[in-house]
């Protein structure tokens, strides 16, 4: 049972236009919702996050939607770089419960020059 | 240095041996958490410690995977009598408050 699905496996974006990634989340325990990048070979890293109690956060380039009612949460980036093609997961837990993660199955991002 | 470290990188054994993977967390973080990704897929918990509680063991995907932690300081994942299945790459995290930083993991070969 896929709790936080990435439909998309992979999205194309030319350098300077929007990258929006998507992510949507069957399990209503879910407050607290995180993005993370990942290069090949290396650990993923922590972009950015939102709680239920919003459904806006924004960080410089990126920022992150989240829709409860649709269970739907989305990363947009903007203007996309080369150096921002890389794997994306959306990750989800309750609020409060500092433990275990549950990622999607990742996106990956190709900005082209 | 400040990250966590994962060793070995890669490790690539035969079916049916143990393995033992380690994990430096960063300094001072209470939690730690082990995840693995199977290729083409996302990460998969295994198992999360925070502080001197009880670890959540729920991911742990059978009785041949354990792990232990020393204090808030190092911990091992041992896999024993590897099968193919358990080919991945293993990650550790750490964390203090809200977000985990990752290792750059384990990738783990079962020939």
């Known amino acids: 049972d896929q709790q936080v699905k990435q439909n998309s496996p992979s999205l194309s974006v030319q350098e300077g236009r929007i990258s929006i990634l998507n992510c949507d989340y069957t399990?209503?325990?879910?407050?607290?919702f995180l993005w993370y990048k990942k290069y090949p070979a290396e650990g993923p890293t922590f972009l950015i996050s939102i709680s239920s109690i919003k459904d806006k956060n924004e960080d410089g380039r990126f920022t992150v939607f989240l829709n409860k009612s649709a269970k739907h949460l989305s990363l947009h980036i903007v203007p996309s770089q080369p150096g921002d093609s890389a794997v994306y997961f959306c990750a989800a837990r309750p609020l409060g419960s500092y433990g275990k993660l549950t990622f999607g199955q990742g996106t990956i991002l190709t900005v082209h020059p | 240095g400040a990250g966590v470290s994962q060793s070995p990188s890669n490790k690539v054994t035969e079916k049916g041996k143990d393995v033992e993977l380690r994990c430096d967390p960063i300094?001072?973080?209470?939690?730690l958490y082990w995840y693995r990704q199977r290729l083409g897929q996302g990460l998969e918990f295994l198992i999360y410690?925070?502080?001197?509680?009880?670890?959540?063991k729920s991911g742990l995907p059978s009785d041949r995977f354990s792990a232990e932690r020393t204090g808030e300081s190092v911990s091992t994942l041992t896999i024993q009598r590897t099968q193919q299945e358990d080919s991945a790459v293993y990650l550790c995290?750490?964390?203090?408050?809200?977000?985990?930083?990752f290792g750059d993991g384990t990738r783990l070969s079962i020939l």
């Open positions: 410690f925070q502080g001197n509680s009880a670890p959540d």
């Open positions: 995290a750490s964390s203090l408050g809200e977000s985990q930083h």
């Open positions: 399990n209503s325990m879910f407050d607290y």
């Open positions: 300094s001072g973080h209470t939690a």
